[in-house]
């Protein structure tokens, strides 16, 4: 039996608590320079819509070269590094946080492999991909590179 207010509160909150890990998987992701020069954006956001992804976060943006050395410098050792870096810098990219149960894995599948040559028919890459460099969109590769990459770009106020 429910005794007071407070519990009744407390319930509510633990409830809300407890839906929120079972609901709240998100991922990252960056529609790349190439396919905002394409006018993809508005096409890619819909297949992201139709997959089913809440947006949490949204904005156009445009990379520094320092700043896309920062984000990328997990591939610092790399020998695309200096390639990667120009290139997700020479434009505009539309940056998102996105939630779906299990985003990160999910979010994968619909973008496809990083060669788009080697990605999946109706694959978002194999859609709007033009090469293994310049293949349209970004996908977070586990849970904490999701977090690590959405505050990134995005201040508490900014993810709803
Ligand atoms: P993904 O984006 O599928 O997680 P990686 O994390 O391996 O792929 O690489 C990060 C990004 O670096 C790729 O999305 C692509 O833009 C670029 N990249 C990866 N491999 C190559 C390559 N062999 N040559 C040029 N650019 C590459
Ligand atoms: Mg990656």
């Given at each position: 039996m429910i005794k007071s207010l407070n519990e009744v509160v407390n319930l509510l909150v633990s409830f809300a608590t407890q839906k929120k890990h079972t609901m709240n998987n998100t991922t990252f992701t960056m529609i790349k320079p190439d396919a905002t020069e394409k006018g993809h954006t508005g096409a890619i956001l819909q297949k992201i819509n139709e997959a089913g992804f809440r947006i949490v976060a949204m904005k156009m943006t445009h990379l520094s070269t320092a700043k896309a050395s920062e984000f990328y410098e997990v591939h610092?050792?790399?020998?695309?590094y200096g390639e990667l870096v120009e290139f997700m810098s020479r434009g505009a990219i539309t940056a998102a946080i996105l939630e779906k149960e299990n985003a990160v894995e999910e979010f994968r599948k619909l973008i496809g492999a990083t060669n788009p040559a080697q990605a999946d028919e109706g694959t978002i890459r194999k859609l709007f991909a033009a090469s293994i460099g310049e293949n349209a969109i970004h996908g977070s590769d586990s849970n904490e590179n999701a977090k690590i990459e959405g505050d990134f770009f995005f201040s508490k106020l900014e993810q709803f």
């Open positions: 610092k050792e790399r020998p695309f």
